[in-house]
């Protein structure tokens, strides 16, 4: 089967509406439900359109050509990381041999071929093991999983670990730099490698600051370990839990972890709390899993290939 690629900034407003019709068609996308939010992701997350390729192919009876899949390319870490996310896939399982070609046009995206990365990480979102094989033939090795984990609010914790034990101070509007500094100290060549700026505190943060969603615990005048939570309907996401290198494996995340519950249980509000972690992430699997977290779904399987 021959396809065509193009870009999403090239195409006809029928054809948007026939790729929209194919995600919808293959139930993959909780992105967006109308075709409106899907230009709206094009415009902030793929360079408005220019960084999405879709394939399309001549239909056997003639007329317009039919869409059979997408990819798109998140550019962010390619200067700061040297990393190129590519993203957003959608292929039906009979479609997945068209898998190499997809990367291939999207690499070859002006906007994308400039771009001065190292690596290609590729995220199958939801978890797709059917395109295993077909990640292997585009020239990926399997990176991580994204495990999604959960537990009741209410129950037996951890007990207090001894040792160390860290005051813990709501981090307050206009007071992120020192978020940004236990963070990235947590962060810097770990498995998110994706560190916080100013701007990007303030708006991934916004309005939970000075809530208690957004923690710092100090040691001796210093930060040491943080965490950042989101409560909706009910539900808390435990977002992140960090600890600075020099402090790890003295219990501060178990305690972050306990402080985070305590903060939950006084509000009243909150029944589960649910998170996200990498299954490579040993420390992090292990913390969450000896505080009672189970795993509920398969959330992303990521692969990697260099340039
Ligand atoms: C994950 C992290 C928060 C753990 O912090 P920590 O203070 O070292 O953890 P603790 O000392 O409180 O240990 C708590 C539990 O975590 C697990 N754990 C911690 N370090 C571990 C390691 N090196 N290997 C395996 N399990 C480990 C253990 O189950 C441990 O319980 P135990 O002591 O009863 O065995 C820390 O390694 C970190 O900041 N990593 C980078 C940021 C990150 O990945 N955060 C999690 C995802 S958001």
Known sequence: MEYRFAAFADLTAQERQALFDLIKSLGLSDQFSTLDEMVGLMDTEYGKGRRHVSAWAARPSGGAPEPAGCLAAITAEAVTQGYLYLTGLRLRQSDAGLLPGLVDAVLALPEVSGEPYRTIRLGLIPARPDLEAAAKEAGFRY???????????????PALPDGLRPEFRTVEPGAVGELIAVHNAAFTGG?????LTDEGALE????RLGTGLVQIGYAGGRHVCHFIMR???GLA?????????????????????????ETLRARGDVSSVTLTVIDANRP?????RGAGFEVTKERSVWYERER
């Open 191 to 195: 498995f998110n490698s994706a560190l």
């Open 143 to 157: 990176l991580y999983k994204a495990l999604e984990m959960r537990r009741p609010l209410g129950g037996r914790l």
């Open 284 to 288: 992090a699997l292990g913390l969450y």
């Open 231 to 233: 409560v909706e309907d």
């Open 237 to 261: 996401d435990l977002e992140t839990i960090g600890v600075v290198p020099e402090r790890r494996g003295q219990g501060l995340a178990r305690q972050a972890l306990i402080r985070a519950f």
């Open 204 to 207: 991934w943060l916004g309005d």
